[in-house]
């Protein structure tokens, strides 16, 4: 909904990317991902490596909110 409004959404994604990108294709792109995760960007971090929990910081720093889905304590 932030992408929708305008927002610069940059949407963090293991190795091979969210689950859904592989559910039933419709017009080249799963559909669920499509209504989900559009006007989004995205990147793949390992964040259990030294350098991808680097680079995540890096790019807080220059945000304004990070939303994440872990569990408590995960992150």
């Given amino acids: 909904m932030m992408a929708m409004a305008g927002a610069k ?3 963090i ?8 990108r592989r559910r ?5 792109a799963a559909l669920p991902f499509a209504m989900l995760n559009s006007n989004k960007t995205f990147a793949t971090l390992n ?3 030294e350098r991808g929990r680097v680079l995540l ?12 889905n872990f569990s408590p304590g995960a992150m």
């Fill in 9 to 11: 959404i940059i949407k």
């Fill in 13 to 20: 994604e293991a190795k091979g990317g969210e689950h859904l």
């Fill in 24 to 28: 039933g294709v419709v017009g080249g």
């Fill in 47 to 49: 964040l259990k490596s």
């Fill in 57 to 68: 910081k890096k790019m807080v720093r220059r945000g304004d909110v990070l939303v994440e």
